[in-house]
Structures are given as C-alpha cells and as structure tokens.
Nanobody, 115 residues
C-alpha cells in the first residue's frame, strides 16, 4: 500500500526558509517521478516541482524557480523541497504526489509565510 507522508511545514517570516520532506513507502521509490504540489486557500492545486529518475532531472513552476530546490534520497525513500526566500504568496498546503496507474497524495503540510 502506497503511503506518502509530508513534514517540515510551519510558520516562517518573509525571506525565510523551510525544508519539506516526503517519506514514501509501498512502492519501488527509486523508479518513479515524485512531485510537490501546493494549494492555497480558494485556489486550485498547482504543481510546484518534480524530480525524475534515473538521473534526477528536475522541473519547477516559474513562480518558484531560483528559490526552491527539489531533491531525493533513494536510500531513504525521501524527497525534499528546500524553500528559500519565501514570500507570502507561497503560503499553502504542500502535498507530495506520485502517479502510477493511480494518483497518490500525502496528507499535506501547511506552510505559512507571514510577519
């Protein structure tokens, strides 16, 4: 059974940093692309970043390029999202996502950027 568990969210001031983690289980982690999405209040869920395998190539939404970095540790079945220079508009619930024949989501972790 696939499980995706996010952690690392919290309250941070504008300009600050957070690192989100997504620990995965129930599938062969090293062979799948993992995505981070976010959903702000009243808005649709949007793709933030993706990391592929093999090779670890990455893609980012234009709104986070140069500020966010996605990475993975296949030995730990974990994907990270390092978020720097956070802005108020980054406030959202952040979700880990896996697509196979089905789509799987974690429970999400809240990120609030506010002074």
């Amino acid at each position: 059974q696939v499980h995706l568990v996010e952690s690392g969210g919290g309250l941070v001031q504008p300009g600050g940093s957070l690192r989100l983690s997504c620990i995965a289980s129930g599938f062969t982690f090293s062979t799948y692309t993992i995505n981070w999405y976010r959903q702000a209040p009243g808005k649709e869920r949007e793709l933030v970043a993706s990391i592929r395998t093999p090779g670890g190539s990455t893609n980012y939404a234009d709104s986070v390029k140069g500020r966010f970095t996605i990475s993975r540790d296949n030995a730990k079945n974990t994907v990270y999202l390092q978020m720097n220079s956070l802005k108020s508009e980054d406030t959202a619930v952040y979700f880990c996502n896996l697509r196979t024949l089905r789509t799987y989501w974690g429970q999400g972790t809240q990120v609030t950027v506010s002074s």
